[in-house]
């Protein structure tokens, strides 16, 4: 087994801190497994993005962010739903198209959105999240508030058009929008390497006037670290701030990838030299916050979270033909979104 690189040091981070990221980037690890297993059981049809390996850099985020702050995402997204607080139980039965899940069973993996939880999907289109993302810090900035919104999108999207005229635009305005950029090094089968010579995509942001940094998407502590700074700019009236997270997706890009595009043991090494559970665990263990015991009762608290949510999205009934003819058209105009 390759050497893990050393675990970051960082003496100031409370046990309670600590223990939170864990149990959180372990329920968004157990619930892709679950997910896994029940679409190769055929109880999920249709798209299934697994977010494993990312865990970090919701996690991280989501510490960072207060309550009322938005988040828009891509296909990629129940890590994000599960950071912000939705229900696994809601959202492993939107998996299996059930009248329980957050769509009642009709929008599946990519389409799903809470409104108590600021959660606005869960994109199929690529980079179609991005202009979505300023518009919702539009609404924040018009009505006053000093609202957040992240707006995550791929290394793939970040080629795309119009990523640069919402850059401009939100710029122009000064829109408390945090461009987060999960840069997994993959879009489909295509490396960054492949798609762009310019090995840095939050630099591209200067050219509008945007400010941003690279970070360390598998270090939990260095993803909050960086998301307080970018909500904090964003949330003094400074315009938006592009974070790009260097990151890693352990599995295919959906359910249906065999991975030829790169190694097994590209993979492997990520996997063993900078997990970021595994980097929490170390922080865990060292600091003596944590003992082997603790840490088995955390895994089987989570492993029942997660069945209990595969069981509820067994049992939960198909939605009704009547459904079919529901949530076409807004029934009324929202004045409180
Ligand atoms: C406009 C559009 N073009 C192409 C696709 C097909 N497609 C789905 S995901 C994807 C790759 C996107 O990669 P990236 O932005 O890096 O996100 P990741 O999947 O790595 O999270 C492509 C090309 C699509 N869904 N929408
Ligand atoms: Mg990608």
């Not at 606005?120 to 690529?126: D, K, L, Q, R």
């Amino acid at each position: 087994m390759a050497a893990r690189k050393a675990a970051p040091k960082k003496p100031n981070v409370s046990k309670d801190e600590l223990l939170h990221y864990y149990r959180e980037m372990l329920l968004i690890r157990r619930f892709e497994e679950k997910a896994g297993q029940l679409y190769g059981m055929g109880l999920i049809g249709g798209f299934c993005h697994l977010y494993i390996g990312q865990e970090a850099v919701v996690v991280g985020l989501e510490a960072a962010a207060e309550e009322g702050d938005k988040r828009v995402t891509s296909y990629r997204d129940h890590g994000h739903m599960l950071a912000c607080g939705m229900d696994p139980k809601g959202v492993m039965a939107e998996l299996t198209g059930r009248e329980g899940g957050y769509s009642r069973g009709k929008g599946g993996s990519m389409h799903m959105f809470s409104k108590e939880k600021h959660f606005y999907g869960g994109h199929g289109i690529v980079g179609a999240q991005v202009p979505i993302g300023a518009g919702l810090a539009f609404s924040d900035k018009y009505k006053g508030n000093d609202r957040v919104t992240f707006a995550y999108f791929g290394d793939g999207a970040a080629n795309q058009g119009q990523v640069y005229e919402t850059y401009n635009m939100a710029e122009l305005w000064d829109l408390p929008v945090i461009f987060v950029i999960e840069n997994n090094q993959y879009a489909m089968g295509t490396s960054v390497a492949r798609s762009t010579k310019s090995n840095s995509l939050w630099e591209r942001g200067a050219a509008y006037g945007i400010e941003g940094e690279a970070v360390d998407g598998m270090d939990v502590l260095a993803v909050k670290e960086a998301g307080e700074k970018a909500v904090a700019h964003c949330r003094a009236g400074n315009g938006p701030y592009i974070l790009e997270i260097k990151t890693y997706r352990y599995r295919g890009h959906s359910m249906s990838d065999p991975a030829k595009y790169r190694t097994r043991e590209e993979v492997q090494k990520m996997r063993e030299e900078r997990d970021p559970i595994e980097n929490v665990r170390e922080l865990l263990v060292s600091g003596n916050h944590a003992s082997e015991a603790d840490l088995k009762a955390i895994d089987k608290e989570i492993k029942d979270i997660v069945n209990e949510s595969a069981e509820f999205a067994k049992e939960s009934p198909e939605p009704a033909l009547e459904e079919l003819y529901t949530d076409i058209y807004a029934a009324e105009v929202p004045q409180d979104a």
